[in-house]
């Protein structure tokens, strides 16, 4: 399957609908509090992303029942919001939100901490958001789409951490998933020739212990086969002939986070 090359007017639609699902991130954590369920978490999701006449592209998306993904502890991705599933300090929770509007999909996810994190909560996760950052740090074009994993790859492993294999980032526009799948580790040199125009996202899934994961029997939530915690972030990105740039780009720092503002690239 063939990478598409996106439209000047089509990225511009994939800007709009990043920046809701980027703005409703924002508002998400800014609410986020011990005590609270990820059920609340997926009603403020689904309330602002209609409020801004878009629609939450995992609700239905096939089968998933919710319309965003909360990752609490070792679930690694995809955990399904619930009424009976309450957040308590010291966890780390992944909010992973795609918004849909003007035809084209957005989608970003951050790992935010409720309280305060352990030393163990704190090196996973804010090796995720230096994972993310240093595969952005690659793309330009011409670069090679196995790059970004083998820097993703390198960093973490090098810190004796785990690389999900078996989740990838993606191709995004007018579909949800799309090629390329975008591996989180890899060897430079390897995979497809980047080009201008190109939209994907990078998002890595990082794990204390082993990489291998596990999928429970509701056939959506994946976890760590050895029950360690993982993190994860998400942008969505064009591919730029000088670098790329972030269709998710928040408009400030993430609240319960460490968060801090990325420095655009031209
Ligand atoms: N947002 C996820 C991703 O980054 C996909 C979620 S699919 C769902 O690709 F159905 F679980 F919502
Ligand atoms: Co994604
Ligand atoms: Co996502």
Redesign the pocket.
């Known amino acids: 399957m063939s990478v598409e090359i996106k439209s000047t007017r089509e990225i511009e639609a994939i800007r709009v609908s990043g920046r809701m699902a980027a703005e409703t991130l924002m508002l998400v954590g800014s609410r986020l509090r011990a005590g609270m369920t990820t059920e609340e978490i997926n009603r403020i999701v689904h309330d602002d992303t209609i409020r801004r006449g878009a629609i939450p592209?995992?609700l239905n998306?096939?089968g998933?029942p919710k319309s965003v993904?909360t990752s609490i502890n070792h679930v690694v991705?995809?955990g399904i919001p619930r009424h009976d599933e309450v957040l308590r300090d010291g966890d780390i929770i992944n909010v992973?939100v795609?918004t849909f509007h003007g035809g084209v999909h957005g989608?970003t996810?951050a790992t935010f901490y409720i309280g305060t994190p352990s030393d163990e909560a704190r090196k996973v996760t804010e090796a995720a958001r230096q994972a993310l950052a240093l595969g952005i740090a690659q793309v330009r074009e011409n670069a090679r789409l196995g790059d970004i994993g083998a820097a993703i790859q390198e960093f973490a492993e090098g810190q004796g951490l785990g690389v999900v294999r078996d989740y990838t980032g993606?191709g995004i526009g007018r579909r949800?998933?799309e090629p390329p799948s975008v591996h989180h580790y890899g060897k430079r040199g390897s995979g497809i020739r980047l080009k201008a125009g190109m939209v994907f996202?990078i998002?890595p899934m990082i794990n204390l212990g082993t990489y291998e994961v596990d999928l429970l029997a509701d056939k959506?939530t994946v976890i760590t086969r050895d029950r360690k915690l993982s993190a994860q972030f998400?942008h969505t990105i064009v591919v730029t002939k000088t670098g790329c740039e972030i269709l998710t780009q928040r408009p400030g720092v993430l609240p319960n986070s460490e968060d801090l503002p990325w420095v655009q690239r031209p």
């Open positions: 592209s995992p998306y096939h998933f993904c991705c995809h992973d795609t989608d996810s993606h949800f998933h996202t998002e959506w998400e």
